[in-house]
């Protein structure tokens, strides 16, 4: 007997049902796994085009801050060109001056903040040791230190754990060479000190390279370095540049500090003991002015004989100067809440096959 199938048995509609699911089931799958990679690559591509505005913008802001740099060294050359003179009176340590230069330079959006300042202001750290030799101190320069670690003592609102004693000691022992075994007086430090530290490191036995080096010396603490509160640290007040030839590929470093740009502590540093509290007095005589114009000329060692109270005072030749030939020029870029800063150090310096005034980049840190 022959049975015929109905068109709508429930058997045959089950396995068309059934089909269709597993159709629908693997559409949606396959539509999950297209989405997932759309939305996968679609996030690369935003990573990427953020990753390409990022550094746009990190190049427009480091090419601006350079501007800057490059701005400030034509001031410099061209107050050279001037005079031969350096002082808190000239236009390259007038901010609105600056500002004023800064201005010229053509670019889209942003600003440039530009500060000057003359390294030849602060103290010359590699200076405390007579170089080249470089075994045994120089007298003018040990006293320089002695009165500027008694200053920098007497600001802070409790005596640091330290001695300028063993402070300058110890500078001497990192400058000089030759003695490695010899620490000098009670308070110096050689290797044997350092290398029982823990990180342990070597005594340099030679010239500061980079200010950071001072903090390692023995009796140098943070506060010391940083300085707290109204407090200047040593890092604002020292300079490891200045260096000088001496002949025969040797080198040396005056130590002269420039008073016509000097802050107060520098200042206070070069006066006797007993006259430190000029040091205020001198620095507002520099920048005394009468209808917007300088009343005081500066522009030679002797003019902080004309300060009231300071005639009879004398500093050491050895020790100052009013001309500098190194400087330091930050320039900070702003632009779309991102910053980008630059903090160089230059020379200025005659080229000697043309004669032309140029600034040399001694160092170049981008912040």
């Not at 429930?10 to 796994?33: K, T």
């Not at 990753?51 to 190049?59: F, K, M, S, T, Y």
């Not at 120089?138 to 670690?149: D, G, I, N, V, Y």
């Not at 620490?183 to 005594?203: M, R």
């Amino acid at each position: 007997m022959h049975i015929e199938k109905q068109p709508n048995s429930p058997a045959g509609g089950g396995i068309l049902s059934n089909h269709r699911g597993v159709a629908i089931l693997v559409a949606i799958g396959v539509v999950a796994v297209l989405l997932t990679a759309g939305l996968a690559l679609n996030r690369r591509i935003r990573s990427s085009v953020t990753g390409a505005i990022h550094a746009r913008e990190q190049v427009v802001l480091s090419e601006m801050a350079a501007s800057g740099v490059q701005a400030a060294m034509v001031m410099l050359i061209n107050d050279r060109k001037e005079n031969d003179t350096d002082t808190l009176q000239e236009d390259w340590a007038n901010p609105e001056k600056v500002a004023e230069m800064v201005e010229l330079i053509p670019f889209d959006g942003g600003s440039i903040d530009v500060d000057i300042t003359d390294e030849r202001g602060k103290i010359q750290v590699n200076a405390l040791v007579k170089f080249p030799e470089g075994q045994q101190f120089s007298a003018t320069q040990r006293f320089l230190w002695e009165r500027l670690l008694d200053r920098v003592f007497s600001l802070f609102e409790e005596t640091p754990e330290s001695d300028p004693n063993m402070i300058i000691n110890s500078l001497k022992d990192w400058l000089d060479s030759g003695d490695d075994e010899a620490i000098t007086g009670l308070s110096g430090a050689e290797s044997d000190y350092y290398e029982g530290l823990e990180p342990s490191y070597s005594c340099k036995n030679g010239p500061f390279d980079h200010l950071a080096e001072v903090a390692l010396v023995q009796g140098v603490i943070p506060e010391l370095f940083s300085g707290v509160g109204a407090a200047a640290g040593l890092a604002s007040l020292l300079t490891v540049h200045g260096e000088s030839p001496a002949g025969d590929s040797r080198f040396t470093f005056d130590g002269k500090i420039n008073i016509s740009t000097a802050n107060v502590a520098v200042l206070a540093a070069l006066l006797p003991p007993e006259n430190a509290d000029l040091a205020e007095a001198l620095a507002d005589f520099r920048v005394a002015k009468a209808d917007e114009t300088f009343i005081n000329p500066i522009n030679n060692v002797q003019w902080y004989k004309n300060v009231p109270g300071a005639g009879g005072i004398t500093i050491s030749p050895d020790l100052i100067v009013a001309s500098s030939d190194l400087f330091r020029i930050v320039s900070t870029a702003r632009r779309n809440d991102r910053t980008h800063t630059i903090n160089a150090v230059v020379q200025r310096e005659k080229e000697q096959d043309t004669g032309r005034w140029i600034c040399k980049t001694l160092i170049w840190q981008a912040e």
